[in-house]
């Protein structure tokens, strides 16, 4: 069982609000579709261009929630947007992808830990099905809902779906070192923590310092990789980082 994330900045155009890569995500819906046989997949996408822009107006991150509805519905509203682009490109490649919104089915308590229930999507994989989740919205006990992201939505399911492979596509061919260049095995926060940064872009999520923290607390391996590590990937390989 593989669980894959489409980083949002791969997948759109990050400098533009709500605009997509069309090429990027063609080329992403390509390796999934041509890699799938027997293999079980679960499919991740993040926002990039849709939901962070969204989010910071509204002030909305993993940890500062909001009750204004109104504003849940504009950041939900541009991921279920973005999932049907993704949906879409799946299903012109005969990939059997359906969608799964986290704001209709998890939620974090007070102390912030997400609850994700996966039968819904055990039973998915079973009947042939590629669930295709999103970064989302969701409701946080006691801050009104917070954003989760799909970095934090791999992890859950890879440990509550047992998955044997773990893989962050994103825009970066791996985690980089101060002199820019890709380092193969990271073991502990401690090694790069003084490489490791934010987003590029607008992003309330803390992109690659967040991605690192969340798959160093798995106990499988994981990789992240950039597009053109995608294929190899999901032929088994560890292409860019692979984090233990
Ligand atoms: N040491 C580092 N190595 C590589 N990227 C880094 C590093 N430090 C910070 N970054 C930033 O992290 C970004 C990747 O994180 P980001 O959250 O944008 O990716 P994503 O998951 O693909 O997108 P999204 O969060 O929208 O789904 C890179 O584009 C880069 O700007
Ligand atoms: C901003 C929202 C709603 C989703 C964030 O998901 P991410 O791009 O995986 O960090």
Avoid: W
């Avoid at 490649?93 to 997400?114: I, K, M, N, Q, Y």
């Avoid at 401690?190 to 607390?217: P, Q």
């Avoid at 391996?221 to 597009?227: C, K, T």
């Amino acid at each position: 069982m593989i669980v894959l994330k489409l980083g949002g900045s791969v997948i759109t155009d990050k400098e533009r609000p709500e605009t997509l890569d069309g090429g990027s995500l063609e080329q992403a819906t390509d390796a999934v579709a041509n890699a799938l046989a027997d293999e079980k997949l679960v499919v991740v996408h993040g926002g990039g261009s849709f939901g962070h822009h969204n989010a910071s107006e509204h002030g909305v991150s993993t940890t500062e929630g909001t009750h204004d509805a109104a504003a849940l519905l504009e950041i939900h509203g541009a991921m279920k947007t973005l999932n049907q682009f993704v949906l879409s490109r799946l299903l012109e490649r005969d990939v059997e992808a359906v969608p799964v919104h986290p704001f209709s089915t998890a939620h974090r308590d007070a102390d912030g830990t997400l609850e994700l229930p996966t039968g819904q999507l055990e039973t998915m994989l079973e009947e042939g099905f590629v669930p295709v989740l999103h970064g989302d919205v969701i409701a946080h006990a006691g801050a009104g809902a917070t954003i989760v992201s799909g970095d934090e939505l791999v992890a859950e399911l890879a440990r509550r779906l047992e998955a044997d492979r773990i893989g962050l596509c994103s825009t970066v061919p791996g985690v980089l070192d101060a002199d820019d260049a890709v380092i193969d095995r990271i073991r502990a926060y401690e090694d790069v923590a003084s490489v490791l940064g934010a987003s590029d872009a607008t992003d309330v999520t803390g992109g690659m310092a967040a991605k690192v923290r969340a798959l160093l607390a798995l106990e499988a391996e994981a990789s992240i990789f950039g597009l053109e590590g995608l294929a190899s990937f999901l032929d088994g390989e560890n292409p860019g980082t692979t984090i233990e």
